[in-house]
């Protein structure tokens, strides 16, 4: 009968250091011989210092050794609407240097009489006049860019900001001149996917395209041509075959000839401008993402502290077909901005880069904290906010949103905010500057992108009670 007969004490199993406080540290195990499974007591050991290592594996992994200054690395804002990238499309595929079949070995293509029967029984790819086609390397692939539904943000090419299309490929030729041969294949196009109106740029340079509706492209670089092939002829023989093809060549500087030349490279700036027919606007904390959230399907991030909202939120108003083919009936997508701060315009808070998001809206709701200690400055605040950066988002039709009514405090000031708000602003709407439309907008868009500093003075000069009154002025409850 088997029988588990334990080990004698003094034959050391596993060193264990006698200060159980040390017993965390790996490096007491470090000079622990190995040990066979085969005893109880050896199986338990081990199961104890594997524990015990990986306890202070893991207490390394949760607590990393705090960076002191000098391992700090500063990381620079990353901008979900602007980035910069390099495209570069693929090369062309290089050609071939090809010699006629016969050319090769001239025994053996002579036939009983001494004449070149090879020649005549190889059939070459002709053209319609009977020149040779020689085979040509594959073109590079551009590099397309287009509109894309299902993308939201420009951040992923914060993470990879290089794109390489493919190279052409080449004449795969083993130097002889056939049938057979093909064109290398031509590579295909390297597509990236932005956004919904995102607008492409040459880095510094001039507008390329603007991505406002889906399947829109623009190709940022083309491929480069693939290389053509030569025939390599003895002197004496070059005048004959010229008849069929010039693509003889001569010497070595011809060789240029067979590479396939290099894509294209470009860098571009990627920018973003939200697409959406209405823009909701305020300060931090006035409610907007709530108000787009109760009345859209959108699920943007909430939360009772300043600037939840870090990125646009779009959400989609379904029109209402019963109210027949009226003005409400059409569907609308709305876009909830980033709290504007005052000074926003000059970078303050978020800045003023989500400014540029109402560019293509035709309608603001201007989101007011109804129960905030002074709503109606808050309401000029903003307004001073949109004037300093483009006028021109003063002249556009807008709602104002009275909201958190559902606080006694509010509701109770209601009918007098309602009647000041409306006061400020002129009665007389402009209609012809009232709407912009995106192609209208297009001459402040170069302004804007650098700073808005080419705006007509007297257009900044200009009151906020000189610009167009609310369209409405309304209470609402979320809640
Ligand atoms: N009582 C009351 N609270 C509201 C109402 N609407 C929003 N809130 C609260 O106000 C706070 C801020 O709401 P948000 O929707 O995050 O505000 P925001 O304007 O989008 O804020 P930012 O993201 O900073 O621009 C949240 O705690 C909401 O619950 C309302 O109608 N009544």
Not at 154 to 174: I, P, T
Not at 403 to 431: F, Y
Not at 455 to 478: D, H, L, N, T
């Amino acid at each position: 009968m088997l029988s588990w007969v334990p080990p004698q004490r003094s034959s050391p199993i596993l060193n264990l250091p006698s200060d159980k406080a040390s017993w965390a540290s790996p490096s007491a195990f470090s000079s622990q011989p190995f040990l066979p499974y085969g005893s109880r007591r050896k199986w338990i050991a081990q199961k104890h210092y594997r524990s015990i290592v990986l306890k202070s594996v893991l207490a390394k992994v949760k607590n990393p050794p705090s960076p002191t200054p000098e391992t700090l690395v500063k990381e620079s804002h990353k901008y979900f609407d602007e980035v910069v990238i390099t495209v570069r499309a693929g090369d062309g595929g290089h050609g071939a240097i090809l010699g006629l079949p016969n050319q090769k070995d001239p025994s053996k293509s002579q036939g009983k009489f001494g004449k070149d029967k090879t020649e005549k029984r190889t059939s070459f790819k002709r053209d319609f006049d009977g020149s040779l086609i020689l085979p040509v390397g594959g073109h590079g692939g551009d590099v397309v860019i287009y509109a894309d539904e299902s993308k939201d943000t420009l951040l992923e090419f914060h993470k990879k900001s290089r794109y390489n299309a493919k190279r052409g490929g080449n004449v795969d030729a083993m130097g002889v001149l056939s049938s057979q041969l093909h064109n290398g294949l031509a590579a295909p196009a390297l597509c990236i996917p932005v956004p919904l109106g995102t607008v492409v740029k040459q880095k510094r340079g001039k507008l390329l395209a603007d991505l406002a509706h889906p399947g829109d492209e623009v190709v940022v670089a083309r491929g480069g041509q693939g290389g053509i092939s030569l025939l390599e002829m003895p002197k004496h023989r070059r005048k004959k075959v010229m008849t069929v093809t010039t693509n003889i060549m001569r010497d070595e500087s011809d060789k240029v000839l067979v590479y396939g030349q290099p894509g294209e490279e470009v860098s571009l700036q990627l920018i973003l401008r939200v697409v959406a027919d209405v823009g909701l606007v305020g300060l931090p904390n006035a409610g907007k993402s709530t108000l787009l959230a109760a009345i859209t399907l959108a699920k943007p991030d909430i939360a009772d502290y300043p600037f939840t909202t870090l990125m646009p939120n779009l959400g989609r108003l379904d029109g209402d077909p019963s109210l027949g083919a009226g003005q409400f009936s059409s569907e609308a997508t709305l876009a909830d901005l980033p709290g504007l701060i005052e000074g926003a315009h000059l970078g303050k808070g978020l800045g003023r880069n989500f400014l540029r998001h109402l560019r293509r809206t035709r309608l603001l709701v201007h989101v007011v904290d109804a129960a905030a200690e002074d709503p109606v400055r808050d309401y000029r605040t903003v307004k001073e906010e949109l004037r300093m950066y483009n006028p021109d988002y003063l002249e556009r039709p807008y709602i104002v949103v009275l909201n958190k009514i559902d606080i006694p405090e509010a509701m109770e000031r209601l009918p007098n905010l309602t009647e000041e708000i409306q006061r400020i602003g002129s009665d007389k709407v402009d209609l012809e500057t009232g709407t912009t439309s995106e192609t209208a907008d297009f001459p402040l868009a170069r302004n804007e992108d650098q700073g808005d500093n080419n705006i007509p003075r007297e257009k900044k000069a200009k009151e906020i009670e000189e610009y167009p009154q609310p369209i409405a002025v309304v209470g609402v409850s979320v809640l």
